[in-house]
């Protein structure tokens, strides 16, 4: 897409977002359809993936839902056949995606596979899926939503903070190989955001919630950027702009982070309480359906 291209000009084409029915890819749906976008809205909770959808149409856009679940490779394709019916997916927003908070030694397995099958492998599917076409036709662009906690590989998120610097990684590696393409791939890296994530970061029995949420922002900022980086693609954006400086923590305090990163752990409250609970039968409460 031509950076320099007005608004106007995205009337029409059709955008994929994945998690679209809560949180910032919510929020993502209602500020791309005020453009004109035509959405495909996909996560599992149908009732409200159909409500993302209403408002979509309330803010005079159009929006097919498709209920999948992105860790299943099965569902997947699913979604990749029934989008390629609607025509050429020319922005494709890999949002769904969840974390977890805790020792990553009481993490359990299944949840730590289900999070790399979801943050890692319905990116990269998707992503590789489309790609081919996209460059074919000259024209289309990839937007990962990350996180700053790809540059912060600290004590309680081994895996959230692996699966974003995987994320990190690979679409760099691929703005780079679009050069010349037309076809983009673009980073969006917020800080906390307001949302049912720090929710749904707390497993039943193991996970805790995630700290820093009272610095939280709206989820419509970020899908503010996430809509500037659609009209003008760029390699990274952080949301706000002041965590880029999040780069350097690590090269320039790590060695400190070393230090007093594990006593913020095991100053979370309830450690000690769940300490006992979490040797039992672990069943989280991600693996529950939920509301
Ligand atoms: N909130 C933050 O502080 C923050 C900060 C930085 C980055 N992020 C990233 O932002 C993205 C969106 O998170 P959010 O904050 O908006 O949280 P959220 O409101 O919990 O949204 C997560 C979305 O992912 C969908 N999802 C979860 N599991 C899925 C599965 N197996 N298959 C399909 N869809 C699935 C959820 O829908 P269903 O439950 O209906 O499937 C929901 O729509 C995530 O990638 C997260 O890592 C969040």
Redesign the pocket.
Known sequence: MNPSKPAESFKGRLALI?????????AAAVRLAREGLRLIL????RE??QSVAARVEAAGGQAHVIV????NETDRARVLASAQQMGAVEVLIN?????WYGYGSRMPVTLAREMLA??VG?AVDLSLSVLPQMVARGRGHIIN?????GNLPNQGIAMYAGT?SFLDSFTTALHRELRGTRVHASLIK????R????D?SEGETSGRRIPAERF?IG?EEVAERIWGLVCRPRRVVYVPRVLMLSQWVEPAVGWLIDRLGPLLLRRQPAYERVEERELSPQRTRRTQR?P
């Not at 996909?42 to 909770?45: D, F, I, L, S, T």
């Not at 999948?68 to 860790?71: G, I, K, S, V």
């Not at 939503?145 to 906690?149: D, G, M, N, P, Q």
């Open positions: 994945t998690g679209a029915s809560s949180g910032i890819g919510e996909v996560a599992r909770r409200k993936l999948a679940d992105l860790t949002n769904a995606g969840f974390g979801l943050n319905a939503v990350s996180s700053i906690a974003k917020p800080g906390p955001v949302t049912a994530f720090f749904y939280a989820a939920r």
